[in-house]
């Protein structure tokens, strides 16, 4: 049994408080850095679980602080490590888009009104775009001032949204409208409605051109409907070039992306383009699955909480 915690077992931060429950074999953890969560005295004395933790270190303080931030913690165990790792909230290493995307939002949901000023600890804010430690931090902060979003005021990272900032957001934060990008064969009609359905489950509103008829060409439509929704989910099964048009029209500007495809029809992942490999993508086999992970993308990453607070 470990006798006592003084350092973060996941980032290495000293901790503002750790409490053992003896009747659960759990430990409670306060980290500046990660924020709160819970993990058991068995995984702390697993050396392989120890490894994993120190491995994905930045994967799993970024998911930490995530859900501590929406009043949810996290508990880890010697069963779930696994499970935790390939929670749809957490971004590729290298997907500098989405991690500048949740710091804009983090900045914004951290201030109240235009013009306020907002301190970023840069030793320990780095978990809350999953940023790998204080130097990806500063720049993702650099990347988004040179797009316009923020202005850095002072050397001490004291930063705030500016007026293109604030439009970016608000683009499509008050959308309902969940856009489905996916390859207009009869064979992958139950897939779309699966999907439709969650979305609806969601309380959104799930919009995809298969089943409307228009005068308009298709992909001009489709195009409007991206630029109105709030997110995109991408079935990247059957490599379509309308289904890549519409992920490179939506990722420009900027919307939420949720990446699935078909591990049936495409059991080698090295199949799907090389320029979306670096996204998180989830292979399905069959619809209860894509159901379930559809869901949990949308939960874990706010979309929901975002569009009605």
């Not at 001490?156 to 990008?181: C, E, M, P």
């Not at 949720?258 to 670096?278: A, G, M, N, R, S």
Request: aromatic share 10%; glycine share 6%.
């Amino acid at each position: 049994m470990t006798e006592e915690i003084t350092k973060c077992p996941i980032c290495g931060t000293n901790v503002t408080r750790a409490r053992q429950n003896f009747d659960n074999d759990m430990w409670s953890i306060d980290c500046p850095r990660c924020l709160h969560y819970e993990i058991s005295d068995s995984a702390q004395l697993a050396t392989d679980i120890r490894g994993k933790i120190t491995k994905f270190k930045t994967e799993l303080s970024g998911l930490v602080n995530h859900y501590s931030r929406q009043e949810q913690h996290l508990k880890i165990l010697t069963t779930n490590l696994e499970e935790l790792l390939a929670d749809p909230s957490i971004p590729a290493l290298d997907d500098i888009e989405r991690k500048g995307d949740l710091l804009l939002r983090y900045i914004r949901q951290t201030t109240n009104s235009f013009g306020d000023l907002l301190d970023m600890d840069i030793r320990n804010d780095a978990s809350v775009c999953f940023a790998d430690g204080h130097q990806e931090l500063a720049e993702l902060l650099r990347y988004l001032r040179d797009s316009g979003w923020i202005e850095i005021v002072s050397d001490q990272w004291r930063v705030k949204l500016t007026a293109l900032g604030f439009q970016y957001l608000r683009s499509n934060h008050d959308s309902r409208q969940v856009f489905i990008a996916s390859w207009f064969d009869d064979r992958r009609d139950p897939y779309i409605k699966a999907m439709e359905q969650v979305i609806d489950n969601c309380g959104l509103v799930p919009r995809c051109i298969k089943f409307e008829h228009f005068s308009d060409t298709i992909m001009n439509q489709a195009l409007g409907e991206i630029r109105r929704s709030r997110a995109v989910i991408v079935d990247l099964t059957g490599k379509r070039l309308s289904v890549a048009i519409e992920t490179g029209f939506a990722l420009g500007l900027g919307i939420e992306m949720i990446f699935v495809y078909d591990k049936t029809v495409h059991p080698d992942f090295d199949e799907l383009e090389f320029y979306v490999k670096h996204y998180q993508c989830h292979g399905y086999e069959n619809t209860d699955d894509l159901a379930k992970y559809v869901d949990s993308a949308i939960r874990a990453r706010g979309i929901v909480k975002e569009v009605f607070k």
